[in-house]
């Protein structure tokens, strides 16, 4: 009944969103705008095919339907509840389920948003990427990417389960989920991009209106980025949370340049300018998604030969090259009209510094796209296996990461127009005082070494001008003074600094060391902790063995453990971690004796200052996200069909303090 029933869905969407598609077109190209507010009707029908689907794998989940061939993959009878409700997320096949759910809500939300305006053609166009979107997802869906074939359970069938490392953690059941908001969520502005493109309207009405849709994409990256790291760090063991794998960089990239776009678009709404640029990006941004989706789903991380054996490898990379081409193409078709009417007063002012801060974000991205995929096209030319590591990544990015800190505290302190240079450092000087009080603690508090001493200062100097503007902003309205894009983006700063400051930190201040204990009692001393070792211990749960080891960290018992899982007899250790706001101390079971009580329990012990930081910048960086979201005065680009906006005048709260 299950498969039945789903693959009535996926036909249901699949049917609903082509209708959507043709209906836009045709009535975009005969100009029967009767026709385009009609749209609500197949939007609407998509989007009940999609809850049905997602619910129907839920079901299947929950009730344990091994005949449903995605439930006797990655399902099991042992799976606890939440963990059981996530697997619909740690496939191939259910993630692009929840894809779909996920875009699907999008367009669903866009056309009640302007429902008052779905015959205007900016919106219908929109309308229709969108939905061509949809239905390439809803292809993979019905195709190669199939979650409800059928399977014939012989009596006693139990399924593996998801894989351990997703059923070991609660963040699992949160991160993904978060991670895809985001990335579906770029979806909107991208589609508003094109529609922009072809209709051949570049006034700044349209960016006003899609501003919020890509601040609660990027937020939501922002979060599952930050949770991954979290995860990352509580579960796989070894003293990291970031290492620069494809994983991890396939959703950074996108969070580059959606960044990048979040503050030169400010200089096209105050200037008009940078058209193309921000077309650019957000282009980038949209075809970055499809590319991290491509290099994380499609097998090329095991070989650039293994994605050709799935269906869906092709057709990722298809749909990234024609997302690209018609970009390209839409962009350099309308080159003449894209000229920018504003133009770069002086370099000494925040149109400039924006201009700088941006080409940093594009270096970063390159730098980053080109050590992803570099490995991918060695492999494809030649066929030899190479990676690119940490030190790569680590030195490229560090000299871009003090540039950027360094931005952040010089931007908000200069005019839109020019800026004179003794105005700049009476600005300035409060930064600068930051920077030195803050460096001059680090070295008191044990701070050595030439990177984190150097981050602490442009830290500080970062903060002292995040905060100079959060005062600023909050003594017209208090409180509300910090709601809205200046008070917010300010917080999200400041968060950014944490979390900054911390990776510095922590990174360069990690001890690590593998301690072996022979009976109980045993001690051992790291960091000016002292660990003592009081024994195993064997827990038999439902859908697991644990072997624990209960070791106390200075006189507080920890148990880190080693999980083993029945099907196919893997093991996977589960770290333990005591998290404070001055360090982290994390024990990882590496061994223990064989049945014959022969060898050594070993467990690794990872001392990091400043984690807990990390953690909490990410939290301040969300709480800021939230915080532009709310808009302190009506905006006069109310209109989307403007053909251009009327320059706002250039007066900042700041300049006249």
């Known amino acids: 009944m299950n498969t039945d029933l789903g693959t009535v869905f996926v036909a249901l969407g699949l049917a609903s969103a082509l209708i959507a598609v043709g209906n836009q077109l045709y009535g975009l190209m005969t100009k029967r705008t009767e026709l385009l507010s009609r749209v609500r009707i197949p939007v609407f029908v998509m989007l009940i095919a999609s809850i049905g689907q997602v619910f129907v794998m839920e079901r299947a989940l929950i009730t344990r339907d091994f005949t449903v061939a995605y439930v006797a993959q990655n399902g099991s009878t042992r799976t606890p509840p939440l963990f059981n409700i996530a697997t619909l997320w740690s496939a191939l096949e259910g993630s692009i389920l929840l894809w779909v759910l996920i875009l699907v809500g999008y367009l669903a939300l866009v056309v009640l948003r302007f429902r008052n305006r779905l015959t205007d053609p900016l919106v219908a166009w929109a309308i229709a990427v969108m939905s061509i979107v949809c239905v390439f997802f809803f292809v993979l869906l019905i195709g190669p990417a199939f979650p409800f074939g059928e399977f014939n359970p012989w009596p006693g069938f139990d399924g593996p389960g998801p894989n351990p490392l997703l059923q070991n953690h609660i963040l699992m059941a949160f991160h993904p989920p978060i991670l895809y908001l985001g990335y579906v969520g770029m979806t909107v502005p991208f589609s508003f991009a094109i529609a922009a493109l072809v209709t051949g309207r570049f006034g700044e009405g ?16 922002s979060l599952g980025i930050i949770l991954g790291a979290w995860w990352s760090y509580e579960i796989l063991g070894w003293g990291g949370y970031w290492a620069w794998d494809p994983v991890e960089n396939a959703s950074f990239l996108p969070w580059l340049t959606c960044t990048a776009f979040l503050h030169s678009v400010m200089i096209q709404e105050k200037k008009g ?24 789903r499609s097998g090329v991380l095991e070989s650039v030969h293994s994605f050709t054996e799935s269906g869906i490898g ?20 309308r080159g003449e009209s894209l000229r920018s009417p504003g133009s770069i007063s002086s370099p000494l002012s925040r149109t400039g510094a924006f201009l700088l801060n941006n080409l940093l974000f594009a270096c970063f991205a390159f730098i980053v796209f080109l050590g992803t995929v570099f490995p991918l096209i060695v492999e494809a030319l030649n066929g030899d296996r190479i990676s690119v590591g940490n ?4 030195k490229m990015s560090t000299p871009i990461g003090f540039a950027l800190l360094f931005m952040m505290a010089v931007a908000p302190a200069l005019s839109w127009g020019k800026t ?36 602490l200062g442009f830290g500080g100097f970062a903060a002292g001008s995040a905060f100079r503007q959060i005062l600023l902003v909050s003594r017209a309205g208090k409180f509300r003074g910090i709601l809205g894009r200046t008070g917010g983006g300010m917080v999200v700063h400041l968060g950014v600094v944490i979390l900054a400051v911390a990776l510095a930190s922590s990174s360069s201040f990690i001890r690590q060391a593998e301690f072996k204990f022979e009976q109980v009692g045993d001690q051992a001393t790291l960091g000016n902790h002292e660990f003592r070792f009081e024994g195993i211990e064997y827990v038999e749960l439902k859908e697991k063995n644990k072997i624990i080891a209960n070791v106390y960290i200075d006189d507080e018992l920890f148990q880190p453990s080693i999980n083993q899982f029945p099907f196919g007899d893997r093991s996977i250790g589960t770290p333990t971690t005591r998290s404070t706001w001055k360090d982290d101390v994390q024990l990882a079971l590496l061994a223990i004796p064989d049945e014959s009580e022969q060898g050594n ?10 984690v807990w930081w990390i953690w909490f910048g990410g939290g301040l960086m969300s709480l800021g996200t939230i915080f532009t979201l709310f808009s302190r005065k009506k905006s006069r680009h109310e209109d989307l069909d403007s053909a251009e906006s009327e320059k706002t005048k250039e007066v900042e709260t700041h300049d006249s303090i």
């Open 206 to 221: 349209w960016l006003l209106q899609t501003r919020k849709w890509t601040l609660v994409a990027w937020g939501c990256l």
């Open 273 to 296: 300018m940078l058209r193309v640029w921000n077309l650019s990006l957000l282009c980038a941004t949209f075809s970055l998604t499809i590319l991290g989706t491509f290099i994380t």
């Open 314 to 333: 092709p057709l990722l990379l298809g749909f990234f090259l024609a997302i690209v081409v018609v970009s390209v193409g839409l962009i350099g078709w």
């Open 391 to 394: 030190p790569y990544f680590v």
């Open 420 to 455: 004179q240079a003794e105005v700049i450092l009476k600005r300035l000087t409060p930064s600068v005082v930051c920077a030195s009080i803050a460096m001059l603690l680090g070295v008191v508090v044990g701070s050595r070494g030439f990177v984190p001493t150097l981050a």
């Open 601 to 610: 329990t070993v467990i690794r012990v990872t001392i990091q200052p400043m």
